[in-house]
């Protein structure tokens, strides 16, 4: 009886780990050759930045086995070892395999013996990470000889041998994609592959006739070699990498060119929902949180273009609320739009409106006694306001509080006597609306014609404006 029941133990431990195993998705063995019982994590890229997914512990063999009951979506993934090292390697469709390499010193040995018999892909990434080790210090290498070569003979030798080498990267490229179009490899390479451009066209005389040519031309066939059916790409760093360069070097950061550039891009990631998920994500958050002023006319497009009509589905409610609630905010005052009106009082009793202010830059100043950083600020709008006031600059001074003696002491103190001072004692001109004040000063700047072309601005901007506006130094 007793026999029968060990045996009976040892079937079902068995069972559970035979039905362990076929409930796996993913295992990967790793064999680390010189490291033992220590704890090696299992890593993915996303975008530009890094994520542990599953955690093993070496052996005292220097074996560990990562697995998950889940699937792992195809992508660029990493295992880091004690010092912080690390390797990469490729998983997309087969997740169940092994892999093999050495530790040492050199962090580098991590990927020059790194090995697996089965699983062909990952293979192919790894021998060509290999060759890429390999190429690259022979490369490092020569620049090095070169920068301390003196006779043009070793010159143009060196400059050969490196050129022969880029040809070698080259074919190996060619070989992937010809051979492994369809891998998340061959999608990574089309990626970073840059565009070549040809000379720019010339008149019967030799002379260039278009000098911006090749940046146009650059620019329209920048993201001919990315594969926006591919969401494998989202998991490596080289997508995001391609999308933030773009918005960062090939494009005036104006608004309306983000608007005009950013409804193409979501327009080529629409080919696949998870990379015009991503991507979208992705130029909200870069302009929603720009420092650059003028901006949140990007947020108001994305929010209105994409988010608040349906098309990001997966958007919490509560956070669709928030945003639908940050538009009407700061849409009525975008940088371009005609400043909304406001009705005010005059400490003097007297009623102003600010479409009845006739000149041709008008400051509105909004700000509070008490406030610390408002003292400092009406003190140089004091003096800005001496500058310009032969220039047609009205400062248009807004109290936001509510004591009517402690503001005519202000006005008294700060000698604002050129000002035109006016306050809101029954919160009926709607300038916190109108004008997201929500914290003071803020400061906007407007033309002869009311548009806004300054908003929520330091004095030090609102001096450099008007220089740049009138011309006096």
């Known amino acids: 009886m007793k026999i029968f029941f060990k045996t009976s133990l040892i079937v079902l431990s068995i069972l559970i780990l035979f039905s362990q195993r076929l409930s796996a998705q993913y295992e990967i063995t790793v064999q680390i050759e010189n490291l033992q019982d220590s704890t090696i994590y299992l890593g993915y890229y996303f975008g530009d930045k890094q994520y542990a997914k599953d955690t093993a512990i070496l052996n005292n063999k220097g074996k560990a086995i990562f697995s998950g009951t889940d699937t792992l979506p195809g992508g660029l993934y990493f295992i880091l070892v004690p010092g912080n090292s690390m390797f990469e390697l490729i998983i997309d469709k087969e997740q169940t395999f092994e892999i093999s390499t050495k530790f040492t010193d050199d962090p580098t040995d991590l990927t020059k013996n790194l090995a697996s018999n089965n699983n062909a892909e990952l293979e192919l990434y790894i021998n060509y990470q290999i060759f890429m080790t390999v190429h690259g210090e022979k490369a490092m290498k020569?620049?090095?000889?070169?920068?301390?070569?003196?006779?043009?003979?070793?010159?143009?030798?060196?400059?050969?041998?490196l050129n022969i080498l880029n040809a070698e990267v080259k074919a190996k490229w060619a070989e992937i994609e010809n051979k492994h179009s369809e891998t998340l490899l061959a999608s990574i390479l089309r990626c970073v592959t840059e565009i070549e451009v040809p000379d720019p066209p010339k008149d019967e005389n030799g002379v260039i006739s278009d000098s911006l040519f090749q940046y146009k031309y650059y620019k329209a066939h920048y993201f001919d070699n990315v594969n926006f059916h591919d969401a494998r790409l989202l998991r490596t760093k080289f997508y995001f990498n391609k999308i933030n360069r773009y918005f960062d070097k090939m494009i005036v950061p104006a608004p309306d060119t983000i608007i005009k550039e950013s409804k193409m891009v979501l327009e080529y990631?629409?080919?696949n929902e998870e990379v015009f998920q991503y991507t979208l994500q992705t130029l909200f958050n870069k302009y929603n949180n720009s420092n650059v002023m003028g901006m949140d006319k990007a947020f108001v497009f994305f929010a209105e273009n994409y988010y608040l009509n349906g098309k990001a589905e997966w958007a919490d409610t509560t956070w669709l609320k928030k945003v639908k609630e940050r538009v009407k905010e700061i849409k009525p005052n975008l940088?371009?739009?005609e400043a909304p009106n406001l009705r005010l009082i005059k400490n003097d009793g007297s009623l102003v409106s600010l479409n009845m202010i006739e000149s041709d830059y008008i400051v509105l100043f909004f700000y509070e006694p008490t406030c610390g950083h408002c003292k400092k600020a009406t003190t140089k709008i004091v003096e800005l306001s001496e500058?310009?006031?032969?220039?047609?600059?009205?400062?248009?001074?807004?109290?936001?509080?509510?004591?009517?003696?402690?503001?005519?002491?202000?006005?008294?103190?700060k000698k604002l006597k050129n000002?035109?001072?006016?306050?809101?004692?029954?919160?009926?001109?709607?300038?916190?609306?109108?004008?997201?004040?929500?914290?003071?000063?803020?400061?906007?700047?407007?033309?002869?014609?009311?548009?806004?072309?300054?908003?929520?601005?330091?004095?030090e901007t609102l001096e450099k404006m008007l220089n740049d506006l009138i011309k006096i130094n």
């Open 387 to 413: 500058k310009f006031w032969e220039h047609s600059v009205e400062i248009l001074g807004i109290y936001t509080q509510f004591d009517k003696n402690e503001w005519d002491k202000f006005i008294a103190d």
């Open 142 to 161: 020569l620049r090095k000889q070169l920068g301390v070569a003196s006779d043009e003979i070793t010159k143009k030798g060196i400059t050969d041998s």
């Open 335 to 337: 940088i371009g739009n």
């Open 419 to 459: 000002w035109i001072n006016t306050w809101d004692p029954y919160n009926q001109s709607g300038f916190r609306s109108n004008y997201d004040v929500k914290s003071t000063p803020s400061i906007y700047l407007l033309d002869k014609d009311r548009k806004i072309i300054g908003k929520r601005i330091d004095v």
């Open 269 to 271: 990631a629409s080919a």
